[in-house]
């Protein structure tokens, strides 16, 4: 690299896919982040961090039709450029707390109850609600041979109780894939897994394109598609389509166990709002290592907008690396996903440039050791304090305040006072305040 | 990806250089990274996120010799292998924030006070205090044409505070390289730059081996060669370094413009504890782009260890990118060289798996909306609470309370009684409580 690089401008333009927000954005990103930690902690789920990377085989071992989104890593002057990458960024949190899992079994407690927040990589083409980079917030639970089934209704409350805490109404969709399974079982369906992936299809290709794909693909009578298509149709936000998808007269153990299972759930979300939870038999989620109960949220006023919440349990996820059954339950909000659609809608509530509550003015001719002096004591109580660097005027020194939308600005004493004062930038009402005792007003 | 992929096993092992924590641990570094947040945003810094990834050509203007440890991203699967990657993982944060103030230019308030905690990547050989991920905790400060000098002092004064406050006690080594460079130059040294580089070493190479380089690399006489040496020797905790510096005979403007800064910032931290801070003129710091005020900080119970803190002030970072004078200032608290030493050396306090304050059991036969319900008046107040999610023997829902570390069980009443119990784990006592009233004893 020549010292001279540095000689050339270059100028900076955003990489697509890759989103970055303004200070006053990022505030308020902060504290959905904080606001999602603490429900997840009121919750007792642990926090944990994976590395950004797993190795290759690792990723590849999993289900799933992400191989070709993923980011392989590479020194830019590798001395073998034909050597593939070994370590690649991670496309979810699921395989890597699977693996994390496997790898640190001996110390941790089950059942596992864990929350990861972090950005995760795909190199998908860039478009609405897909980024190449973006953060998602991860709750999970994985167990010892079994895993609760009260786990399958207490992930999506706590979702939903998060969500609306942002102001954020969600509609939920509920399925399980056992329903679906044993109903294609019973209909004599050889490879349901086939069956499933293009009945997941149907918000994009429509009924008769799924119609289309289970006769030619899959090789289905067209009166078992339509019974496919039947039991696709069935919504409830109770209950009840238990009743209606057994009217459909397939019979099945698996599709019973998926039916009593879902009816499990749907009865002990009961308490969300009306509507807020619907059982959809049409959600099946793309990932192959699903097993049983699988979510899928969307924005209850964007509906067309790409999912922002899902999640499923797999029984088979963490066996891959232990010669034991670990199965796990998970759900995952979409959060660059929920937020940038927000901040390109102009509903969220951005304000101030930075997180200063008082700014300390440096008087004419001041002391800084004053300033600094000032500042310290109302940092004492907790306050976010912000000392002005220099004696400029007094018209730069509020102009600074003002465009960083700082509430107030305290000035010390000048010359021969002794006492302070402090101004509301709002009302501009200015007081006398002493620095050892002055609260911000809540 | 074939489906039968899910049937391999792989035996998940811990990729080098890319550290990962147990649950008790990350509550330990995130207690650690709430502290540096506080505060940084104390004193009023603004969070930023920049991508994980630059574009190669904005990773590649910046001094430093890092080229060969970035790197570069490539799907996996991508067409053409021999195309070179167009982005690359950041390597610090001082270069992404200068291409970020450089494009958000016109959005932003100056001088420009923000703090960045991300993870950054290097493709080093991983050794001790060497990672090839790393979370880094940086604090800068950005001003059209001129930094106030009040920021070179402010920072380690931040940064000493988060410190102290994490019991880390540290040694922080404080030069200028205005003083190194003006000396030079006084020595009539044409290459400063490269002398520079060589007295870096002194640590590494020694005394002999710095005059060594000095004279048959930079082709200075043995008499310059050891005024340099000299200079390097020269320590002090408080200003009187300047008078010793003088005492060399080198006279230069520059040099005087140095001294009088390492002046000023000395005076502005004599309010920390004696020792603290030391004026160090062997002090250079590696990136070329630092111009002024340079800093390293070490622990100060194991000095051999790399540096734990580092920073300076750079003039022209981001005028690569704007035809502008944009100077700054910043420190980086490396996080997990940090982190990662103290665990090694076992005086972190791990303690609990889980943030869970108290379990709600689930009494035998017990019904789970009762269960459900009392967690959730718990939860009302703040306190973070887990619902036992089935019937179990008490045995078994103590010993999970006991294994995580669950500082209270609450048992909801059973049968025909009314009364809730909760039992203090520790103690052993066991008391009447209201759900609704009862608070976590402090």
Redesign the interface.
């Known amino acids: 690299?020549s010292?001279n690089?540095?000689?050339?401008?270059?100028?900076?333009?955003?990489?697509t896919g890759?989103?970055?927000?303004?200070?006053e954005e990022?505030?308020v990103e902060?504290a959905w982040l904080d606001r999602i930690r603490t429900v997840f902690?009121?919750?007792?789920?642990?926090?944990?961090?994976?590395?950004?990377?797993?190795?290759?085989?690792?990723l590849?071992?999993?289900?799933?039709?992400?191989?070709?989104?993923?980011?392989?890593?590479?020194?830019?002057?590798e001395d073998d450029?034909?050597k593939?990458?070994k370590?690649?960024?991670h496309y979810d949190m699921t395989v890597p707390m699977a693996?994390?899992v496997?790898?640190?079994y001996n110390?941790?407690?089950f059942?596992f109850?864990?929350y990861q927040m972090q950005?995760a990589?795909r190199?998908e083409r860039p478009q609405e609600g897909r980024f190449r980079?973006f953060m998602q917030c991860d709750i999970d639970v994985v167990d010892n041979d079994e895993v609760?089934l009260?786990?399958d209704a207490?992930l999506p409350a706590i979702v939903y109780e998060i969500l609306s805490s942002l102001n954020v109404p969600i509609t939920l969709h509920v399925n399980n894939r056992k329903i679906l399974e044993g109903f294609y079982r019973g209909l004599g369906i050889s490879d349901p897994?086939s069956a499933i992936r293009i009945a997941d299809k149907l918000d994009k290709i429509g009924p008769d394109g799924v119609r289309k794909g289970l006769v030619e693909e899959v090789g289905l009578s067209p009166a078992a598609a339509q019974s496919c298509l039947d039991l696709a149709s069935i919504r409830a936000t109770d209950t009840s389509f238990a009743q209606r998808v057994r009217a459909l007269g397939v019979t099945n153990e698996l599709l019973d166990k998926g039916l009593e299972e879902l009816v499990f759930v749907m009865e002990?979300l009961a308490h969300l709002p009306p509507g807020a939870v619907t059982a959809d038999m049409a959600i099946a989620r793309g990932f192959?290592?699903y097993t049983g109960t699988v979510y899928e949220g969307k924005f209850a006023a964007y509906p067309d907008y790409p999912s922002i919440c899902s999640g499923g349990r797999y029984d088979?996820l963490v066996s891959?690396?232990?010669?034991r059954k670990l199965p796990g339950v998970g759900l995952s909000i979409g959060l660059t996903r929920i937020f940038s659609k927000l901040l390109k809608e102009g509903v969220l509530p951005v304000g101030p440039?930075?997180?200063?509550q008082v700014?300390v003015a440096f008087p004419p001719d001041g002391d800084?050791k004053l300033v600094l002096a000032t500042a310290q004591k109302l940092?004492a109580r907790?306050?976010?304090?912000?000392?002005f660097?220099?004696d400029r005027k007094w018209k730069v020194q509020l102009g600074?305040a003002s465009?960083?939308g700082?509430p107030y600005v305290w000035f010390p004493p000048e010359g021969e006072a002794t006492a302070h004062n402090v101004k509301n930038m709002i009302t501009g009402e200015q007081v006398h305040a002493d620095p050892d005792l002055w609260f911000l007003p809540s």
Chains 1, 2 share one sequence.
């Not at 891959?320 to 010669?323: D, G, H, N, P, T």
């Not at 907790?382 to 000392?387: C, D, F, S």
């Open positions: 690299m010292n690089a540095q000689d050339r401008i270059v100028k900076p333009t955003p990489i890759y989103p970055e927000l303004l200070p990022r505030l902060l902690e009121s919750y007792g789920f642990c926090s944990i961090e994976t590395p950004s990377v797993e190795a290759v085989e690792v590849a071992a999993k289900g799933g039709d992400v191989d070709k989104e993923v980011y392989g890593l590479k020194r830019l002057n450029p034909e593939g990458a370590v690649a960024l693996r994390y496997a790898q640190h110390d941790l407690v059942p109850k864990r950005k990589w190199g980079e609760s009260h786990f207490e897994v002990h192959d290592y088979n891959s690396y232990l010669k440039k930075s997180p200063t700014l800084r940092r907790g306050i976010k304090v912000e000392a660097h220099e600074y465009k960083k700082i």
